[in-house]
């Protein structure tokens, strides 16, 4: 069967290291990999979008790699914040216009 | 406007009611889609228009009843509903670019409680 995992565990990490969260998938083969925020009783917000040609993309403190080999995607916040704490999901682009999402990792960055 | 307004916030409905959730961007976006969100879970695909037409239904029970009117609004009917449906209605949109649609911009969301 189609799975997207990430860690099922919050993660807790102190103000200002890096968070690092993974999202593996299994029996896809994605054009694109994306990566959302969502804060709770709110919708996700895009992050980031990587191409299957694409190693690693940036944005400010944010870093995406795609391992398409590994199948697997790294989801990296340095310099974390409390504002940071957040669920934060992986998604696949699984068809022209279909979109499926990960299971959702809780980070918590305590001050 | 990066926008995608939805209303209402809540919604508490019997079993035996009719409502109508709805949905307005105006980015000019060409896709809209609506999502089913549980507690402690992705959003999970139900609809999607293109063009203001249905081009995919995910096998979703008809007591939900999606419309695309016009291209900048995108309604769910409900009739019937059973408690379990009880969830977060996701409200998301996006443009078309060269192979697919991409990044999606959600609503707020409409918080569903069927008694």
């Known amino acids: 069967s189609q799975k997207i995992e990430q860690n099922s565990e919050a993660l807790n990490i102190q103000e200002g290291k890096t968070a690092t969260l993974t999202c593996n998938y299994t029996?896809?083969?994605?054009?694109?990999l994306q990566w959302y925020r969502q804060d709770p009783g709110r919708g996700p917000v895009f992050l980031l979008l990587i191409r299957e040609n694409e190693k690693e993309k940036r944005k400010e403190r944010l870093k995406v790699t795609f391992d398409t080999t590994l199948k697997q995607s790294l989801f990296h916040i340095t310099a974390s914040q409390p504002a940071d704490s957040a669920t934060y999901l992986c998604a696949l682009n699984t068809g022209f216009q279909k979109l499926v999402f990960g299971t959702g990792t809780r980070l918590l960055v305590s001050p | 406007d990066t926008e995608v307004t939805q209303t209402p916030k809540h919604l508490v409905m019997g079993m035996t009611n009719k409502k109508s959730l709805k949905c307005e961007q105006h980015m000019g976006h060409r896709a809209m889609y609506w999502y089913k969100q549980k507690a402690k879970k992705p959003p999970e695909l139900m609809f999607v228009y293109s063009y203001e037409k249905l081009s995919i239904n995910e096998s979703v029970p008809s007591r939900f009843s999606p419309e695309c009117p016009n291209s900048s609004l995108l309604n769910l009917h409900l009739h019937a509903l059973q408690p379990e449906d009880s969830a977060l209605y996701l409200c998301a949109s996006s443009q078309p670019r060269d192979r697919g649609y991409y990044e999606q911009y959600f609503g707020p969301g409409t918080r569903l409680t069927v008694t």
């Open positions: 029996n896809y083969s994605p054009a694109y």
